[in-house]
């Protein structure tokens, strides 16, 4: 399943028709077009083949790894955007893991919307992940009966409903700002998304230090998403 959609990607990334990607790999149009649909199994020798004209590892083919060299990341390996010399949170690897992940995709995430220079983004975007935040420490602190309600203004019984219809005004704003709808004012809208484009390679190439950290997550995510 990974295959084929990465072998997809990476030809399309690079701009190649797949008659050219076939002619390149010495094979039929008809049957990269089954391997990219993923109608029929390839062998070994084709793998590496393809390895080799991409310039990627065999496990990021296969969906291994979600860094392009095959890399397997560890708490250690990622760097630490606060500091680069702290890779323990607390003694415990996962929460450094995760934290790390987030903190880094987080830092391309933001250098995206600087490049774009659009504040209703900004401002979306970001409101948009404080909620989360918010409803994540919110879940947390309330499990807990011994802590006082006071911390927060929005009542127990509708805070959950309010976050989550603000997260999603959040979400259609951007959604409408990235369609090039104008929502509070003549520069809301993006009027161009080539501040948006990206493949994987630019992205390790642009964000060496945290582009693995976002590819992980992408990774991780659909995993969860797949398999609630």
């Known amino acids: 399943m990974e295959f084929n959609r990465i072998i997809t990607l990476l030809r399309k990334e690079r701009g190649i028709t797949q008659k050219q990607a076939a002619e390149d790999l010495g094979i039929s149009q008809a049957l990269l077009s089954h391997y990219e649909k993923g109608i029929r199994e390839c062998g070994l020798d084709f793998i590496v083949r393809v390895a080799d004209y991409y310039g990627v590892s065999c496990d990021y083919l296969l969906g291994r790894s979600a860094d392009r060299n095959g890399m397997m990341l560890s708490a250690e390996d990622i760097p630490n955007p606060e500091s680069m010399k702290d890779n323990v949170y607390h003694g415990s690897v996962l929460p450094t893991m995760n934290k790390k992940l987030i903190s880094n995709s987080l830092n391309i995430l933001y250098a995206k919307l600087s490049d774009c220079q659009n504040r209703t983004l900004v401002t979306e975007v970001s409101a948009f992940l404080m909620l989360a935040v918010y409803k994540m420490f919110r879940l947390l602190y309330s499990a807990q009966a011994h802590n006082t309600r006071s911390l927060f203004s929005i009542s127990q019984n509708t805070w959950e409903g309010y976050s ?63 398999k609630p």
């Open 164 to 226: 989550d219809s603000a997260m999603k005004v959040a979400e259609a704003n951007v959604k409408a700002a990235l369609a090039g709808e104008e929502l509070a004012g003549p520069d809301s809208a993006l009027k161009d998304t080539q501040c948006l484009a990206m493949t994987t390679e630019s992205l390790s190439e642009e964000y060496p230090l945290y582009a693995s950290s976002l590819l992980n997550l992408v990774k991780s995510s659909e995993t969860r998403i797949e």
